[in-house]
């Protein structure tokens, strides 16, 4: 079993940055891919951006890319994902999901592919 929990979600003007932060606990084959997602109301859960455990392997969404980086704590047990010129449109709840398979090293994230997710954190961008 893989409990996640999200943090570091706030509100913030539009060029700002917030870093959110996923703390995982369980075996770590359980969290091979680990991925962010986000949905704003009415709309679909999209993936952000996913990371590889065993080789770093990233992916990133094209909406976000050069923006924001997701990167890994091993000795922590978490994730991050540094949110930089953040937009009004990056309003959403963000997710945290996580999966013992290998896919995202070789795909961008799928929400299909996820056994795993967190409560989500709230990420606000005013303009």
């Known amino acids: 079993q893989v409990q996640l929990v999200e943090t570091g979600g706030g509100s913030v003007q539009a060029g700002g940055s917030l870093r959110l932060s996923c703390a995982a606990s369980g075996y770590s084959y359980t969290r091979n891919c680990m991925g962010w997602f986000r949905q704003a109301p009415g709309t679909e859960r999209e993936g952000v951006a996913s990371?590889?455990?065993?080789?770093?392997?990233?992916y990133y969404a094209d909406s976000v890319k050069g923006r924001f980086t997701i990167s890994q704590d091993n000795a922590k047990n978490t994730v991050y994902l540094q949110m930089d010129s953040l937009k009004p449109e990056d309003t959403a709840m963000y997710y945290c999901?996580?999966?013992?398979?290998?896919?995202?090293?070789?795909?961008?994230?799928?929400?299909?592919?996820?056994?795993?997710w967190g409560q989500g954190t709230q990420v606000t961008v005013s303009s």
């Open positions: 999901a996580a999966d013992s398979g290998n896919f995202c090293r070789w795909y961008p994230p799928r929400r299909a592919d996820f056994n795993y």
């Open positions: 990371i590889y455990i065993v080789d770093g392997t990233t």
